[in-house]
């Protein structure tokens, strides 16, 4: 068996690509290339848009953007990895579903820079990735990130320069995603994507905003991060994150708080027997007591974790993570049902084999798993999840070994 590596270029050849497309297409040159990272979310799953806390460090894979200024306000966009072609417009044009693809991550980015007070005209980029796509490893929030970078330096702006102005680009990026992309999508990605840091996992507390930067170095406990693109299709996903957002929202607002973050734990009994009766949704359907209380259950349960975990890191006892982790893929299993057979014989193959703890990561549906690995390990997991693919029938997967790298910038 050829196992599938997912590998991360370094920035000179990212740079190099970027601008290379950016002259086939525009037959000019940059005035610079920026690149973002995708990330993994070590735990605190599908809690950032409850008020929670979650957990990511992003990725050593980047999306490289090169781009130049131009006059008036049109924007002319192509993509390297996009055979469906570029897109040509104008910043006038960009509103709620006026934007056909990627190039709403892109376009959107510009449109809600300027809804925020930023003055930003037309612009020229052209894009190549090495993070995958569709694996639930946060492609469309490396693309917005290294856009708003960009754009913030191509304009003036000033925010990719400090913590609080990074927070305004990716809210920027956020607001991109939801309202030009339409993705009802929370913040963990866009505020790893912009404001981690390299060594570090990103303690993101979606109440307030704050971020704490975590020393996140496995390797000197032996360790490796593996991530498992599994490869399974999802097409379930748009729906079924709207489905699981609306749940939550709904149960918040009969049990009186503003988020499931508002739920104590300790009194977590009392609050799922006061969810009783169905309710309704917004945007349609309703939801039964016992989904209602499967759902919250995660979501209470999911932030605990992440303060357990945090505690573990914080007195240098990562080793110690793992049943974090198989509690946390439990819970999205069976409470959040938001995993996919593929997802979990992935992290069953790779505990078979000597992994710490594994989970899915992400939105789920298919995308990707992480297992916590010692390093000698690292062969012997890759080889039992590629060989519990191959029994069931499934197309192989492909594999990363993540370290904390760093996030949005310039490069040339
Ligand atoms: C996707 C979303 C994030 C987050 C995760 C689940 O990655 O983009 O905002 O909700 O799912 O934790």
Redesign the pocket.
Known sequence: MTTHRVRAWDVAEGARRATEAFRAEFGAEPDGVWSAPGRV?LI??????NGGL?LPIDLPHRTYVAMARTAGDAIALASAQESSGGWRGALADVGPGRVPGWAAYVAGVAWSLAQDGATVGGFAAAVDSCVPYGA?L?S??ALESAVAVGLDELYGIGLADDDPGRARLAQACIRA?NEIAG?M?????QTSSLRASAGHALLYDTRDGSVRHLPFDLAAHGLALLVVDTKAPHQLADGQ?ANRRATCDAAAAHLGVATLREVDPAALDDALARLDAPLPLSGGGSAEPAVLRARVRHVVTEIARVEQFVELLQSDRVAEVGPLMDASHASLRDDYEVSCPELDATVEAARGAGALGARMT???FGGSAIALVPVDLVAAVTTAVEQSFADRGYAPPAFLVADAAGPAARDI
């Open positions: 979310n605190g799953e599908h809690t950032d848009y979650c639930g946060s469309s929030a995603e993705a999508t929370g913040g963990m990605d994150y992400g939105g789920g």
